[in-house]
């Protein structure tokens, strides 16, 4: 992660300019005062940079969950705050880098929105769910030029990684999304996938809950798969593969194909490894029987006007609202020169969504962006205006 280990944090007078980076305000955590967040916009991206100044370091570095898609931008922000508040920095692993030519030349790199807007208009997708080294991918992609590959990845090295690659091959029927791949599968339109990877997924014996594989994961893969479209699943943990099977089998109109040892065309970093240590790989590939309905998704995140005084506001802060189907966590208050911020985390409930709202003269709003167009947070949203307003 890009950082600054600086010796001293001095606040800017906000908003602030340098060029084409802005400051815009600061919030501080309402419940510690070791962590503020500057909220910056760069060519029309708006993230927050976080301050962290523990006893025996401070940091300035990048919010997680408003990081924008250019590790140059972040770059950028960093040593443009440090310049004009006169930081002295201490060491870095920031550089006055020149531009990465292959993620400038690339058009593959997709956001969210990019998605959630309007879905490619194509009638044959074949989606890779963490494709860590892209070994697969870029040969299934190479190998189907008429098709059309999403790679979904959250590990920002091996996006990179790809994104070279795909610029160095001149690939151009291969699309890459920095995003949990979980939620982005309530985006994609019904019946038009023919085939969806998951290849040696993290088991999480110990955290079920960030698995990939799931009963929702499963349901919405089965809605976007095409009839006799597959999904595949490759492992070597016996108890992910146990697992898997027992979800799987709950499900009607689908057959399940189960193999052990079996080769495949590509072998991955992951797979050679376990092949040295002699360890078994199962595969469970589920083959979809069902038409579904198309994808509806109806309402917005409007709020109404806000009933809550500064106070309860802040109250708020560590606290959950569960309800049947969602629930809403209010992580952290921010306190804003003019106003008032939570971090929230809502939605389902084993992949939730996490984000900040802003409160500032009666008026509610998501901040920097909208939530994910799902149902799942269209529900949440609901149940969050309702708490927002007593
Ligand atoms: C063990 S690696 C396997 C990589 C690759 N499929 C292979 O076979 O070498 C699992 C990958 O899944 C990614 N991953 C985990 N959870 C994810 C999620 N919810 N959405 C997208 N990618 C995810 C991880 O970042 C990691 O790169």
Redesign the pocket.
Known sequence: MPHLHIKKFKKLEFPHSNGDVNFNFIASNANRDDEKLISTTIEDEDFFLLVREDEDKKLLKTDKLTRPSSTQKIHNALLSYAKEAKLEVLDSNVHHSIKNIHLEEVNSLKNIKFFADKFPDTDDVRI??????G??ILHQAKENPDILFIG????RP?IEQVLKQINIQKIDNLMILD????L?MELIPSNIVSKIYV????PWDKKEH?R?ISTSFIEESQRVLKVDGRLEL?TDSENYYAYSYETFINFPKISLEIKKNRDIVIS????DRWKKQEKNIYDVTMINELYSYELEIDGDFEFSKFLLSSVELLKLSGSTKKYDETFIHFERAYILDDGIMLRISMGSFN?PEHLYVIVRDKNISYYPKLPLKSKSNLLAHKFLNGVLNG
Request: hydrophobic residues 30%.
């Open positions: 890779e769910v963490g494709f860590g080294s070994r697969h979904i990845e959250i590990h091996s995003y949990d791949a979980r982005f290849h040696f997924p993290v960030r990939v490759r991955s970093k992951y797979e992949k």
